[in-house]
């Protein structure tokens, strides 16, 4: 199997290496931007299997499409979880959440190899999937969540919800007033009911509100850490994979 990573972050880009080699799954060639991907697609065969990074360095990677006909499965490897997910699913393909999880992989490879497409049946509405990165703020996103307190239902707008964290396999959100409630969701259902424009997944545990950040400290590794006004029983941290995504979406 020919396998092709297009990733900006060539750090990131050996570890997915590394760990596709653990799944029995050597690389054949690893790109870096926009324009070395179009020129090497003008000239190579394409592969049997893609590994696309969303956000290149010199733009969308949405653009390689509009200059070559790509005709192989792809598996997207992403931080814009939270409001693309409707669109990979809606297309079919296949996405790994940065930072990447080896067994996540291990069943993207898998499930690749059940349901392998032909290249000349691969029809993928990459507009359909490039709208829904470019223009988000046009869908509607929860205001209010509810959450059970005794024999009462409480209601919280997310406007008040500093954070939103898993632990003990319960999901709750952590509000402006110190208090947390466990709610009858889960952190990937909430991925497309969160506005990308307030809430941002800075790992597999946190939801953060941008309005309720008090702090951003440097930390070990290129990582972050994030203090928030209220909430301060665990520790945020902004994993290395993606506290480039987490400085474009503050800005």
């Known amino acids: 199997m020919e396998v092709l990573i297009i990733e900006d972050e ?7 290496a590394r760990l596709l080699e653990v799944c029995g799954v050597s690389v054949s060639h690893m790109l870096h931007s926009v324009e070395e991907s179009i020129n090497w697609f003008n000239s190579h065969s394409h592969p049997d299997l893609i590994f696309l990074d969303i956000q290149l360095s010199d733009g969308l990677s949405f653009e390689i499409f509009d200059a070559v006909e790509i005709r192989s499965p792809i598996i997207f490897t992403t931080a814009y979880d939270e409001y693309a997910l409707q669109a990979f699913k809606l ?17 993207a490879i898998e ?9 000349e049946g691969l029809k993928i509405d990459f507009e359909d999937i490039r709208n829904m990165l470019v223009n988000p703020l046009e869908r ?5 969540f509810t959450a059970k307190v005794g024999q009462h239902i409480k209601i919280i707008n ?3 919800i500093e954070c939103f964290y898993s632990e003990n396999k319960g999901t709750y959100a952590a509000t402006a007033d110190g208090r947390n409630y466990l709610l009858d969701t889960t952190l990937e259902q909430l991925e497309s009911e969160l506005s990308p424009d307030t809430f ?9 509100h941008i309005n309720h950040i008090s702090d951003i400290i440097s930390y070990s590794n290129s990582r972050l850490k994030i203090k928030l006004n209220r909430y301060s029983e665990q520790e945020i941290i902004v994993s290395r994979e993606r506290v480039k995504d987490f400085k474009l979406w503050l800005e």
């Open 10 to 16: 060539k750090p990131a880009a050996r570890r997915l």
């Open 91 to 107: 297309n079919s393909i296949d996405y790994l959440l940065k930072p990447i999880d080896e067994e996540e992989l291990q069943s």
């Open 111 to 119: 499930q690749y190899r059940k349901h392998t497409p032909s290249k």
């Open 140 to 144: 509607e996103f929860k205001k209010r």
């Open 158 to 160: 997310a406007e008040d």
């Open 200 to 208: 941002f997944r800075v790992s597999r545990k946190f939801y953060i």
